[in-house]
């Protein structure tokens, strides 16, 4: 049995014994009546017998019923001479001698049932280069395979017993399918194996250890080399492989989690046709001894050699087919030579590519580090004989070729030689390398005959560090950029910590170069971990440096590794003590969200920026999320975010935060309204949902509207004004159209309004400003030539939009000053936006058939109560007054009379027409066309609307030039006291009050004093008791503000005279109205300085009339008039007291004596007038 069996590798003896009756089945051939060979060479074959032939089936005989199978062989083996046993490897080598791969296999399997693997067929079926042979051609129907021919994939084939040779004639059309196929498979594999040499190169060039390196380890025995990354996969799979054979699973399965890099199932994973070592136990037991030769025992990666078989079993040169005709030996032949080509072309461009891939490393290398001439000149004398190279990637080149040698078409028997070839070239490769390495640097030897361990005692006495971490990284030089990173992973986390913080800015690049090119995640992690935190509480330069370094940082490795690694580090920070760092995750979610995957912008990111916006409490971190969602809105591609970013806006819109509610307007709705306007849903879902939400709370606010709510939705629509328009531009019948060109004219600066950020620009949104003139041109004729058939947007604007605000502008509370500005200012956005033409033949024909202004209603309060509503200050202020050209001037006039005649005419409440003049009179463009208005009521021929025009005066006096008032409003004033009316008269005193109270100029004030007088002393007006009542309240209202020489002089004395006269005042309810107004007037004045003699003479006298009254009236009031005439007469008596501290008001006097003693001090310290100081207590009221 020795001399059949040549591969060292025998079935067992207890294998024989346990298997003596071992019978296999006979099987003949159709065509063969003769019986198998005889006994005394078990493997001979007559010499008619046909060569062996690969079979493309899992048949055991061939098609025609020629040849003969491995299992008849050994059938007749056993049949001839029963003595004769035929071991199980010795027929596995056989099997895969002649290339009987699939019937070795089900033998493989068999055997793996029985509990009795052969090593030599688990080896051959381990190894994925024994079938990496495919041909892109399938063979002809009888085609002869000699061995070592390819491995052809069967056509239709569902199990191994199921093949049917007749089915190659049906499967014609399936051929280039499946060549198809297989070249694709070939160009997969060879695209694996090109990054599998990259991959080796990079190992060989990493492990390359610098000659002072090793000199190093040399020199301190206690240092111990580094363990290369191909030995440590080695080593590991060698650990686990003993683990699981000697039952300790869970440790292997520990063992395998903690090295989760590497595949444990698969030897191939440790490196490329690197032969398996021995186990643990066989290296062990030899002891360091060097392994057996691959000629000893073949390597499962090598096929069997047939030079090694003695016996002749088979004829080197296999006799030909009887019946073989000429033609098709040529057709074998010339097929064969076709795979020949095909495999010899896919060599010879993997061999390029390898080369190429070698001097890219080599450039690389060389650009590093030169080196030095020694070594160049080392290589260059042993060129000669044999190539050797400094640089390691030479090593893989070898293994490159032995790949290659064995996916080709190589003749039988040299697969042992050619690996012991390379076998060979590798080692001295090797020892190429180490040589060049150790001298690459030299130096001068002394010709001294000390002793290595003298030498070695001698240098001892330097005092050379290179136990202490220090000390071993500073013994080390780094020699490539692999190793300069992983040297600078292991010192950055040294050097931050001593590096002053106002400097450590400036170790961001370094950190980001080393967290960008380290190789090992977890140092990765930790130098983000640094960078984040690196300084305390980053200021806004040093928060930008660190964004723009993150920025860099995910430019470089792409969204996988940005998902990975950077924001885990933004999660731990979220709900870090401080708000700058807080503040750094808030602004790098923002500054990230263009290179992370879609996926996690629309999850985790959002979530995040969510949950920073509803638990954050400084408004600065809130502010900054709100940024950056407004940049993740910017990039979401998800429409089933849309509701989650709606609720985020009107979220961060009811924030309490100024700056916070900012930030939504200029970047937050700016970007989710690009986003809807791509989505089709801006104004078919958010506008619509907004005004939803107005209306509903206008429906709940019946008895208490919620101002701040209103304004929120309210700002949210007129932030969506710009795209809106947009969109209507975007889709308007002339888009098509519109093309910039130089000969359009540019865009009036005034024709947009001015927009709260550059998102809001309208040349930005539509992407340029000559589009948008362009589009703009055609826009302006569409409307004045056109129309809007077939216009849907413009037109749900016109007909949706549009009376849906007008029906909400009538339903809000005309009294409410907030409300109505929010409205007026919506309107002239959206007007002025959408333009004069627009406004003129859209906008206010809808506000004008609403208000019906006619000749024939005007006496007529039926059919007018909308003019009482807030439609009439919200068209006035925020549609008439868009444009401010003549035509526009004269029509606002003209809407403003005709309002405030046809209320004064219907005794309607005038709230309307104040809500009207007070906002127009915040601006003073609108003084002159106000004045204009009130004349014409002025001059009117009814007292109702002359009493009207008088009450509106007292509305624009406020923030009026003294000029104008001179010149227009008092001479109006006057002109009305001077008419027949007493209720026109009465209606003039709050507006003479409020010139009181705002003009300087001692002229008009003694007009005003005259007239006053006039009502006050004229006998005519004694009796009149509202007119006394409207003077009180004027005075009580004035008085504060009002001149100090004005006060003292006239209004005081006055009000006294009145307090005395209600005393007598027989009709009881007079009395009452007059003394509770006598009441609230000094109330108001108790709170200004006043002189020690006009307190005496008549404040003190005037309070105590109004005690009197208010005895029998009020008592209530009687307690606190009480208290105010005591502490009058306090400060009265004490005449100690400085004029300053006279003057004291009572309101001060009742806060207690020490706080009292303290203000009194620092008035006495005052050199400000009397006035100023009343206008001081007056706005802190």
């Known amino acids: 049995m020795a001399s059949v069996n040549p591969f060292d590798v025998s079935d067992s003896d207890e294998e024989a014994e346990r298997r003596p009756n071992e019978t296999v089945d006979t099987e003949r051939s159709p065509s063969e009546g003769a019986p198998g060979p005889p006994p005394g060479n078990a493997f001979s074959l007559p010499a008619d017998a046909e060569p062996p032939t690969l079979l493309l089936s899992s048949n055991r005989t061939s098609p025609s019923g020629e040849g003969m199978s491995v299992s008849a062989a050994a059938t007749s083996t056993m049949a001839g001479g029963v003595e004769t046993r035929v071991s199980v490897d010795v027929i596995a080598a056989q099997l895969l001698r002649d290339q009987y791969i699939l019937t070795a296999l089900e033998f493989h399997t068999e055997l793996l049932e029985a509990g009795r693997e052969l090593p030599r067929l688990r080896d051959y079926f381990s190894n994925p280069g024994n079938f990496e042979r495919q041909s892109g051609t399938p063979p002809a129907k009888d ?39 297989v070249l694709e498979f070939e160009l997969r594999k060879a695209k694996e194996t090109i990054q599998a040499l990259r991959a080796n190169l990079t190992q060989a060039a990493e492990s390359e250890v610098a000659s002072q390196e090793r000199k190093n380890f040399k020199s301190s025995p206690e240092i111990q080399e580094p363990i290369r990354p191909l030995e440590k996969r080695a080593l590991n799979f060698l650990v686990n492989e003993y683990l699981l054979k000697n039952e300790y699973k869970l440790s292997s399965i520990t063992f395998s989690d903690e090295n989760d890099d590497q595949d444990f199932e698969l030897w191939d994973d440790v490196g490329l046709n690197i032969p398996k070592p021995p186990d643990l136990l066989q290296l062990y037991r030899n002891g360091g001894s060097t392994l057996s030769s691959p000629t000893d025992k073949v390597d499962a990666s090598v096929g069997v050699a047939f030079g090694d078989l003695p ?66 000149e080392l290589c260059s004398s042993s060129s000669s ?178 998902e990975a690694e950077l924001l885990p580090q933004c999660w731990e920070q979220i709900n870090h003590k401080y708000p700058e760092r807080r503040l750094l995750v808030a602004e790098a979610c923002g500054a990230l969200a263009p290179y992370l995957p879609k996926e996690i912008r629309s999850s985790l990111v959002l979530s995040m920026l969510q949950q920073m916006l509803t638990e954050d409490k400084a408004d600065m971190v809130r502010e900054a999320v709100v940024k950056s969602l407004g940049i993740i809105m910017g990039y979401i591609d998800d429409s089933d975010k849309y509701a989650q970013g709606f609720e985020l806006m009107l979220l961060s819109l009811g924030d309490p935060s100024e700056r916070v509610v900012n930030a939504v307007h200029q970047v937050f709705i700016p970007a989710f309204a690009a986003w809807t306007t791509e989505l089709g849903t801006l104004h078919t879902a958010l506008i619509p949902s907004l005004l939803a939400r107005i209306e509903k709370l206008l429906t709940q606010g019946e008895h208490g509207l919620d101002e701040h709510k209103l304004h929120v939705f309210l700002s949210a629509l007129q932030s969506l004004i710009p795209p809106l328009f947009a969109v209507v531009l975007q889709n308007a019948p002339f888009t098509s159209r519109a093309k910039p060109h130089e000969d359009i004219p540019a865009i009036e600066v ?92 859209k906008v206010k024909p809808q506000f004008q058939e609403i208000l019906r202004l006619s000749e024939e209603n005007v006496d007529a309060s039926a059919g007018n109560g909308i003019l009482t509503k807030a439609t009439v200050p919200i068209y006035a202020t925020g549609v008439l007054t868009c444009y401010n050209q003549e035509e526009d001037r004269k029509l606002l006039v003209g809407f403003l009379e005709d309002v405030m005649t046809t209320l004064s005419l219907s005794h309607a409440p005038l709230d309307s027409l104040k809500a009207s003049f007070v906002e127009l009179g915040a601006n003073p463009v609108y003084h002159e066309l106000l004045l204009t208005v009130l004349w014409y009521g002025v001059v009117h021929t009814s007292a109702l609307v002359r009493c009207t025009a008088a009450r509106m005066f007292e509305l624009v006096l406020r923030g009026m030039s003294e000029a104008l008032v001179d010149r227009r409003a008092a001479p109006a004033l006057i002109t009305l006291c001077s008419g027949p009316e007493l209720s026109v008269r009465i209606a003039t005193i709050p507006a003479f009050g409020t010139i009181m109270e705002t003009v300087t100029q001692k002229e008009l004030l003694e007009r005003v004093k005259m007239q ?30 009002a001149e100090p020489r004005f006060r003292d002089d006239f209004v005081l004395p006055h009000l006294h005279k009145l307090a005395l006269a209600n005393n007598s005042q027989s009709v009881e309810s007079k009395r009452i109205d007059i003394a509770i107004h006598l009441f609230e007037a000094y109330s108001a004045l108790s709170c200004c300085f006043i002189s020690e003699e006009v307190m005496v003479n008549h404040f003190l006298p005037g309070l105590r009339c109004l005690h009197a009254d208010m005895e029998q009236l009020s008592p209530e009031h009687e307690v606190i008039l009480g208290s105010m005439i005591k502490e009058c007469e306090i400060k009265v008596e004490n005449r100690g007291i400085s004029d ?42």
């Open 750 to 841: 005034t024709r947009f309004p001015r927009p709260a950020s550059p998102l809001q620009d309208m040349a930005i949104i539509i992407g340029n400003r000559e589009l948008l003139s362009s589009l703009l041109l055609l826009y302006d004729h569409q409307l004045e030539h056109e129309g809007t058939t077939g216009w849907e947007s413009l037109l749900w604007v016109v007909n949706q939009l549009l009376p849906q605000l007008i029906e909400i502008v009538g339903r809000i509370n005309v009294t409410s000053s907030t409300c109505v500005h929010e409205f007026s200012r919506f309107f002239w956005r959206f007007c002025r936006t959408f333009g004069k033409i627009f406004t003129n033949t």
């Open 143 to 181: 085609q002869v395979l000699g061995p070592g021919g390819p491995l052809n994939r069967a056509g239709s084939i569902s199990t191994l017993d199921s093949l049917d040779f007749a089915r190659y004639s049906d499967d014609g059309n399936r051929e280039s399918d499946e060549r198809v196929a």
């Open 311 to 376: 016996g002749n079993c088979i004829s080197r040169e296999p006799q030909k087919k009887p019946d073989l005709s000429q033609q098709q030996q040529s057709e074998v032949v010339q097929e064969l030579e076709y795979q020949l080509n095909l495999l010899n072309s896919e060599k010879q461009s993997l061999a390029e590519q390898i080369k190429k891939l070698q001097s890219e490393i080599q450039i690389l290398k060389k650009s590093v580090s030169s080196p030095p001439p020694a070594t160049l």
């Open 1140 to 1181: 300053a501290q006279g003057s004291i008001s009572i309101a001060s006097s009742l806060v207690g004596e020490d706080a009292k003693t303290k203000f009194l001090s620092k008035m006495g310290q005052l050199t400000t007038s009397g006035a100023m100081l009343a206008n001081v207590f007056q706005r802190k009221k």
């Open 385 to 562: 004989s044999k190539p050797c190279s400094t640089n390691p990637p030479s090593v893989p080149s070898l293994d490159n070729g032995q790949y290659l040698d064995i996916r080709g078409v190589s003749e039988a028997g040299n697969d042992l030689v050619s690996t012991s070839t390379q076998n060979t070239s590798q080692s001295q490769q090797q020892t190429c390398n180490k040589t060049t390495s150790q001298q690459r640097v030299q130096f001068d030897q002394p010709n001294r005959k000390l002793s290595p361990a003298f030498q070695q005692a001698l240098l001892s006495f330097c005092r050379m560090c290179s136990e202490s971490r220090l000390g071993a990284e500073v013994s080390r030089i780094a020699d490539s950029e692999e190793s300069v990173m992983l040297m600078l992973g292991r010192c950055l986390p040294h050097i931050v910590p001593n590096v002053l913080l106002a400097k450590r800015e400036e170790l961001i690049p370094l950190i980001l170069c080393t967290a960008c090119l380290h190789p090992e995640p977890k140092e990765r992690d930790q130098l983000l971990h640094i960078l984040f935190n690196l300084i305390k509480r980053p200021d806004d330069e040093q928060r930008q440096m660190i964004l723009t370094g993150c920025v860099a940082f995910a430019r470089h490795v792409g969204p996988t590794r940005v």
């Open 1012 to 1041: 006053l007088a006039s009502f006050l002393e004229d006998p005519q007006y004694q009796d009149q008791h509202s007119l006394h009542m409207e003077i009180i309240r004027t005075f009580g209202r004035v008085g504060p503000n």
